[in-house]
T-cell receptor, first 116, second 117 residues
Framework: AQKITQTQPGMFVQEKEAVTLDCTYD???????LFWYKQPSSGEMIFLIY??????QNATEGRYSLNFQKARKSANLVISASQLGDSAMYFC?????????????FGTGTRLTIIP | KAGVTQTPRYLIKTRGQQVTLSCSPI?????VSWYQQTPGQGLQFLFE???????NKGNFPGRFSGRQFSNSRSEMNVSTLELGDSALYLC????????????????FGPGTRLTVT
């Protein structure tokens, strides 16, 4: 079974609009972390935002916010006021595992294209 | 502070050869993880090194190996290359690595694109 599911292979959004990228996860661990990364065409993975499973508040980093709904096992990324430079692949990832034996599992990604 | 660097950026090898990729983490980071990214399988975890010891390992054959030096620089080796090993190999560094209560924030390098012919 997929541990991280990103159901939107591609999205087209008008510049300056807000966009929500979906991510659902599956784990039986009580302690885990959720990450979003951006991968431009250059290939480098850029860390955007992190949410710990025990964090009660949704994480925010500038124009990025993470809509964390623990009961639904959902960790959607919201980008406000999208810009042309936001065009890239976006990956949701989950950190799980026991202490000292953790690893990151990535979703299949969403290709976001911002239209001028 | 300099980011994660990977060398070489591009590599073309022939089936059956072996290859070594290098990763220099951010200064002060002690954990280095390696990932393979292919169009078919996506991003998959290879292994993590911390203080010169392999701490975690993904589900890859023994042809994939790595090591970490005392300065935290890491190398990844793939022996007897197969066509399916063609991929973008990404290295990521973090301060403490897995087990840290700090969230294990990883910073990725630009990757090495390996093509096996």
């Amino acid at each position: 079974a997929q541990k991280i599911t990103q159901t939107q292979p591609g999205m087209f959004v008008q510049e300056k609009e807000a966009v929500t990228l979906d991510c659902t996860y599956d784990t039986s661990d009580q302690s885990y972390g959720l990450f979003w990364y951006k991968q431009p065409s250059s290939g480098e993975m850029i860390f955007l935002i992190y949410q710990g499973s025990y964090d009660e508040q949704n994480a925010t980093e500038g124009r990025y916010s993470l809509n964390f709904q623990k009961a639904r096992k959902s960790a959607n990324l919201v980008i406000s006021a999208s810009q042309l430079g936001d065009s890239a692949m976006y990956f949701c990832a989950m950190r799980e595992g026991s202490f000292g034996n953790e690893k990151l599992t990535f979703g299949t990604g969403t290709r976001l294209t911002i239209i001028p | 502070k300099a980011g994660v660097t990977q060398t070489p950026r591009y590599l073309i090898k022939t089936r059956g050869q072996q290859v070594t990729l290098s990763c220099s983490p951010i200064s002060g980071h002690r954990s280095v993880s390696w990932y393979q990214q292919t169009p078919g399988q996506g991003l998959q975890f290879l292994f993590e090194y911390f203080s010169e010891t392999q701490r975690n390992k993904g589900n890859f054959p023994g042809r994939f190996s790595g090591r970490q030096f005392s300065n935290s620089r890491s190398e990844m080796n793939v022996s007897t290359l197969e066509l399916g090993d063609s991929a973008l190999y990404l290295c990521a560094s973090s301060l403490e690595g897995s087990g840290s209560p700090l969230g294990w924030e990883q910073y990725f390098g630009p990757g090495t694109r390996l093509t096996v012919t």
